[in-house]
């Protein structure tokens, strides 16, 4: 439950999220639609409070009490994306019921908000102030019978309801007030057109659209083949990357939000509602893990006419748009004040033409498991990952910007190394397995080269662990992977070791706070930026995995592997989502949610619950 209502605006934990495998909608605690890109997740923004309160545009609907004390509680309509927001009064109970309306034969693009009341009587207030392409784009609003028409140039929409609308030409609101068992429904859908009458919908007909919708996902969630433990989060960071899929491709985003900040009020602010390469292989294997091998299929589908439109001799971008093409430049909204003040409000993406030779590791792997688990890939497949195995055994030696995608130079860093190991380790297991035709001498070589290289010139006998770079000789948490892609054994005594130094505090130049990983020490990194940044949640599940995997020897690391695990639990927020980071006083820090985040707690909760096996 949420307490008073103030001026705050919410905070990144302080939301719930719906969606149709198009888009993502971002809904408050307070009844406000804060984050909307229409028709697509790549798409500009429709509304974007979350990025400026007063510029970014909103849709809200919430109770007039004039000061009185209402108290808010917000959850998801059990094994489904419909979100339920409830306001506590002491006249009664209004309930919010907000949906992207999804099911077999469901065409219409909308966004559905139901408010009715479920006990006493209460005053309402809607408010729906557009602010197309960020904020940039000028509007009209045009009443028409059964609604109104929200224009631009680029995209118009139509706000369908029963109620009665007032408009200054720029916003919508609305004054209504209903009592035990009425209802007020008002839906967003594309189009202007010249009466939308038709398109009004009562309790009843948004009753059905409700039902259908709940059906989809209670139907596609029986899927999951997961009955370990941690079944609920499981399953709720299954609906949420299911929501960052798009559907008519296959591709899969690594956020639906942009420029939330990973440092308060910094700069680290970046767009991530484009399709990684790394991001969604490492989805794919998750999904794939517990019983949802679909929507892998459709990944890699999309994956294959990517890399068979790559030219001859062209690495693989890191990154792509949502239609398979160049994501846009990286651009720099300064109208836009940003999250908590948070500037500059960046969209596009600049790392998108940076060289990240890890990406290929995890594409590799993630075909290697799609064809073990999923489907036998074709031949005519594979010959485009081998020419993309050539090319890592042509470069491997270079310089790049790696998993964080630094700003400030290339370096040889061992993550990369490591993963060009896996790419060749997994082509090499790959032709083998199907014998498909490959030059396997040369992987064999360059595969060994690259281990020995790693061991040699990424292991720091002085501090104990594997490094960052062959020039930094700072710890990073993403060197936890090695057990995790069979790299070294969980118990290795080098890994062993690293795990230790990890896991010690910041003080003692860990990476540790409390159980919770940042991924790298920024002072010790020239990463380009400034600012401090909070724990990675993606490096906290790594580690739970790491310790599960070495508990195998060391018995004492299961306990301490399922404690971080369960106090990882307590940072979600309050319906089990996460964002990129954990900032210092448990705020939710960076774009959300976030597809690696919760692919790395189904892993690791699918690890540890079998390694505890039936034991309490």
């Known amino acids: 439950m949420n307490g008073d209502k103030t001026s705050r605006p919410p905070a990144i934990e302080d939301h719930g ?24 997740f790549d798409s500009p923004s429709v509304f974007a409070a979350l990025l400026d309160p007063e510029k970014g545009g909103h849709f809200r609907i919430s109770p007039e009490l004039d000061g009185e004390r209402v108290m808010r509680k917000q959850f998801y309509w059990p094994d489904t994306n419909v979100l339920v927001t409830r306001f506590y009064s002491p006249d009664g109970v209004g309930e919010l ?43 009209t609003v045009r009443l028409i019978q059964g609604g109104a028409s929200l224009l631009s140039e680029k995209l118009k929409l139509t706000l369908a309801t029963a109620m009665k609308l007032e408009t200054d030409g720029q916003r919508l609101t609305s004054r209504f007030t209903l009592q035990e068992g009425q209802s007020a429904v ?11 009458t038709d398109r009004v919908l009562g309790h009843d007909a948004s009753e059905v659209l409700f039902r259908s919708t709940v059906d989809y996902w209670r139907h596609w969630l029986a899927k999951c083949s997961y009955t370990g433990r941690w079944r609920e989060v499981v399953h709720r960071s299954a609906l949420v990357l299911k929501l960052m899929t798009f559907e008519p491709s296959g591709a899969i985003v690594a956020a639906p ?58 690495p693989l971008p ?20 940003g999250y908590g003040g948070a500037k500059p409000v960046r969209v596009g993406n600049g790392a998108a033409h940076q060289l990240q030779l890890d990406i290929y590791g995890e594409l590799m792997d993630s075909v290697y498991l799609y064809n073990k688990h999923g489907a036998p890939i074709s031949y005519d497949f594979w010959r485009h990952l081998r020419r993309l195995v050539d090319w890592v055994c042509d470069h491997w030696r270079e310089k790049d910007e790696s998993i964080w995608e630094v700003r400030g130079g290339k370096q040889h860093f061992v993550y990369s190394k490591m993963m060009c190991w896996v790419a060749v380790d997994r082509a090499i297991r790959l032709a083998d397995k199907r014998s498909f035709p490959a030059d396997r001498a040369r992987w064999l070589q360059t595969r060994d080269l690259i281990f020995e290289e790693i061991m040699q010139k990424g292991w ?18 993403a060197n936890l992977l090695m057990p995790l892609v069979f790299f070294l054994s969980p118990v290795d005594p080098r890994m062993l070791s690293t795990l230790d130094r990890v896991r010690q505090a910041p003080a003692k130049a860990g990476l540790t706070s409390d159980g919770l990983v940042f991924r790298y020490d920024v002072e010790a990194t020239q990463d380009g930026l400034y600012g401090r940044e909070g724990t990675f ?53 960076g774009n959300f949610p976030q597809a690696l985040t919760h692919l790395s707690l189904i892993s690791a909760a699918y690890n540890l619950d079998k390694a505890l096996g039936h034991r309490d």
């Open 17 to 40: 999220v719906i969606g149709d495998m198009r888009t993502v909608a971002l809904v408050a605690t307070d009844g406000t639609l804060d984050w909307l890109c229409f028709p697509h």
């Open 97 to 139: 019921v907000d949906f992207m309306p999804v099911g077999k034969g469901e065409r219409v693009r909308q966004v559905v908000r139901r408010i009715r009341v479920v006990r006493g009587e209460l005053a309402f207030r809607m408010e729906c102030l557009p602010a197309f392409d960020y904020g940039r784009e000028p509007h």
């Open 186 to 196: 008002f839906t967003l859908r594309e189009g202007a057109p010249d009466s939308c």
């Open 257 to 314: 939000t942009c420029s939330l900040p990973e440092s308060p009020g910094g700069v680290r602010n970046w767009d991530y509602r484009y399709v990684w390469i790394r991001d969604a292989a490492f989805t794919v294997y998750a999904l794939m893990r517990i019983g949802f091998r679909d929507e892998a299929g459709a990944f890699m589908r999309w994956l294959e006419k990517r890399i068979a439109e790559l030219p001859e001799g062209e």
């Open 318 to 337: 890191l990154m792509y748009a949502l239609d398979g093409g160049e994501v846009p430049k990286e651009q720099e909204l300064w109208h836009l004040s």
């Open 460 to 477: 720091c006998a002085k501090r104990g662990a594997f490094i960052q770079s062959y020039e930094r000789k700072s710890l990073d948490a």
């Open 537 to 589: 949640n993606l490096c906290t599940f790594w580690l739970v995995e790491a310790m599960t995997r070495a508990s195998v020897t060391r018995p004492d690391l299961l306990d301490e592997a399922r404690l971080t695990f369960e106090r990882m639990l307590g940072y979600a927020n309050h319906l089990g989502l996460y964002a990129e980071q954990i900032g210092t006083s448990g705020e939710a820090l």
